[in-house]
């Protein structure tokens, strides 16, 4: 008889295990990121002239954390060496972004989609292109899918942002590759977001 209880006792306890294990494996998965249908994809290009050879220009603002400075946003590197294929700045409430290309005088990152959230695949590429021996010119563009925005009216206000923003940091970089100063953040706007939301590097899903 004891022998025929304690069988019972494995065989009711193994139940309880496979039920368990059943029950997480039916566990909701997190939602994944949403992408739409029918995507419009749009872009904005954001320039200046500056009175540096490039490689001067490159040297003072295009390492990958530089964007702390001249667009004033809070950046560590966390994941990948900076300036390295696949490193990852970590830009405080904007989230992450990845570096996916780069030559001598450029580089061009995305931000990864979010569970639950409208994938935009922002991207963004900083250039500095030479003119002369001792004169450059710094290029700034972004592109990203606005189809998730209520109408004409939204999306327009949603490129006047990114644009906006982006001259600003444009214009910050060519102060710092002369040789200049920046004034206090507060005094210049403060910094802009990317991404994810419409300000900086992506899309504050830049």
Same mark, same amino acid.
């Given at each position: 008889?004891?022998?025929h209880w304690?069988?019972?006792?494995?065989?009711c306890?193994?139940?309880?295990?496979?039920?368990?294990?059943?029950?997480?494996?039916q566990?909701?998965?997190?939602?994944?990121?949403?992408?739409?249908? &029918?995507?419009?994809?749009?872009?904005?290009?954001?320039?200046? #002239?500056?009175?540096?050879? @490039?490689? =001067?220009?490159? +040297?003072?603002?295009?390492?990958?954390?530089?964007?702390?400075?001249?667009?004033?946003l809070?950046?560590?590197?966390?994941a990948?060496?900076?300036?390295?294929?696949?490193?990852?700045?970590?830009?405080?409430?904007?989230?992450?972004?990845i570096?996916?290309?780069?030559?001598?005088?450029?580089?061009?990152?995305?931000?990864?989609?979010?569970?639950?959230q409208?994938?935009?695949?922002?991207?963004?590429?900083?250039?500095?292109?030479?003119?002369?021996a &001792?004169?450059?010119?710094?290029?700034?563009?972004l592109?990203? #899918?606005n189809?998730?925005l @209520?109408? =004409?009216?939204? +999306?327009?206000?949603?490129?006047?942002?990114?644009t906006?923003?982006?001259?600003?940091?444009?214009?910050?970089m060519?102060?710092l590759?002369?040789?200049?100063?920046?004034?206090?953040?507060?005094?210049?706007g403060?910094?802009?977001?990317?991404?994810?939301?419409g300000?900086a590097?992506?899309g504050?899903r830049q």
């Amino acid at each position: 008889m004891r022998n025929h209880w304690i069988k019972i006792s494995v065989v009711c306890s193994l139940a309880i295990v496979a039920w368990v294990g059943i029950v997480a494996a039916q566990a909701p998965a997190p939602a994944p990121a949403a992408q739409a249908a &029918t995507p419009n994809y749009v872009s904005t290009l954001m320039q200046a #002239d500056v009175n540096k050879p @490039a490689a =001067d220009v490159w +040297k003072r603002i295009g390492k990958y954390c530089d964007i702390s400075e001249w667009l004033g946003l809070q950046c560590t590197i966390s994941a990948g060496k900076d300036g390295e294929l696949g490193a990852v700045r970590s830009l405080g409430p904007i989230g992450t972004e990845i570096l996916v290309g780069k030559t001598d005088f450029s580089y061009t990152y995305t931000q990864p989609a979010r569970p639950g959230q409208f994938y935009n695949l922002y991207h963004g590429t900083v250039e500095v292109k030479p003119l002369t021996a &001792t004169t450059s010119k710094i290029v700034y563009t972004l592109v990203w #899918d606005n189809s998730n925005l @209520a109408d =004409d009216a939204a +999306k327009e206000r949603d490129k006047t942002q990114r644009t906006t923003t982006f001259q600003r940091a444009v214009d910050n970089m060519k102060i710092l590759a002369e040789g200049g100063t920046l004034p206090p953040a507060a005094q210049r706007g403060g910094g802009g977001g990317g991404g994810r939301g419409g300000g900086a590097p992506g899309g504050a899903r830049q």
